[in-house]
């Protein structure tokens, strides 16, 4: 990883100041970058104290490489999984009940967003363009050079600690996804996430799959790239191309034949028959 000094020099005030953080880190690094820029500079952005906004289709490796900023970082990660019903309690917390004493208190249990700010930790929104559009304006102060927040359910003005950080994920033209306001997406450095290709993408088989026969793993890595062509000339929706899915069907492929696991691991999924049909005879000419 090509680091400019002066960001070396951040990352590592940021690992000496969780160093002795009760919250462990629960992630390994793991995520391989396509481009050497990737990673880097999304390491930059953060430590500049930007909000990175990773954009790429399902299963392109987003949230491992959420997870391995926050391994490099040494710094603890809480995570939203953004949805149409999700709302201001999902984000900043709720009031609940409590029995002290043998007294009913109200007590506010702190939501992902509060947490992260009030701990100076990461805060991840995985697919943040599922959320309704009102919803997500709340974070706007958050965003932006504030780092602050009203809790409407305290009456009280919460501030990010030193260190805070987002980082946010969208699939863009995902079904059920709406475009990003462009108010939120101007808060965000955007980094572009596409599948891997390729001996990168040997790599991320090889260690994330249980199959070890490597010439199978090569075809495998040939497929896919078979797969995202046939994206690309819209022949069958990027989902198909998916390296999750990918990752599913070696393993499946290390207990039965390959064929049956890449229709059980991709071709299935798809709705259409045509779309099955063309995954099914692009595996056909590499496996039988
Ligand atoms: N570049 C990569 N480096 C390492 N692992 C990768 C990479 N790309 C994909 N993967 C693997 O693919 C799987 C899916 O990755 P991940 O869950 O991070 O995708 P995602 O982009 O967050 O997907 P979604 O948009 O559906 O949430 C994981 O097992 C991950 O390890």
Do not use: W
């Not at 002290?100 to 100076?120: C, D, H, R, S, Y």
């Amino acid at each position: 990883m090509n680091i400019p000094k002066e960001i070396q020099n951040l990352i590592d005030e940021r690992r000496l100041a969780f160093s002795n953080s009760d919250e462990k880190i629960n992630f390994n690094g793991g995520f391989i970058s396509a481009n050497d820029y990737i990673f880097t500079d999304a390491v930059i952005a953060l430590s500049l104290g930007k909000n990175v906004l990773l954009k790429g289709p399902t299963g392109s490796g987003k949230t491992k490489l959420a997870e391995t900023l926050s391994n490099i970082f040494n710094q603890p990660m809480h995570s939203i999984n953004c949805s149409v019903d999700m709302d201001a309690e999902a984000l900043l917390g709720f009031k609940t009940i409590e029995q002290k004493n043998g007294q009913n208190l109200i007590e506010f249990v702190p939501g992902p967003v509060i947490k992260a700010m009030k701990t100076g930790h990461l805060l991840y929104i995985d697919e943040i363009n599922m959320a309704k559009p009102e919803t997500l304006p709340i974070l706007n102060s958050v965003l932006d050079y504030r780092r602050m927040v009203f809790n409407p359910f305290t009456g009280s003005v919460v501030r990010a600690q030193t260190h805070f950080g987002v980082i946010a994920a969208i699939n863009e033209g995902y079904i059920g996804t709406v475009p990003l306001n462009e108010a939120l997406k101007n808060r965000f450095v955007v980094i572009e996430v596409p599948y891997v290709q390729g001996d990168i993408l040997k790599e991320v088989l090889s260690n994330e799959s249980i199959l070890k026969d490597k010439g199978m793993i090569e075809k495998f890595v040939i497929l896919s790239d078979d797969l995202i062509t046939q994206v690309r000339n819209g022949q069958i929706p990027e989902e198909a191309a998916s390296i999750r899915a990918l990752i599913d069907t070696c393993d499946l492929a290390s207990f039965m034949p390959p064929l049956r696991a890449i229709q059980r691991g991709i071709a299935d999924k798809l709705e259409d028959e045509r779309e099955k049909a063309a995954v099914m005879n692009i595996a056909q000419t590499l496996f039988v």
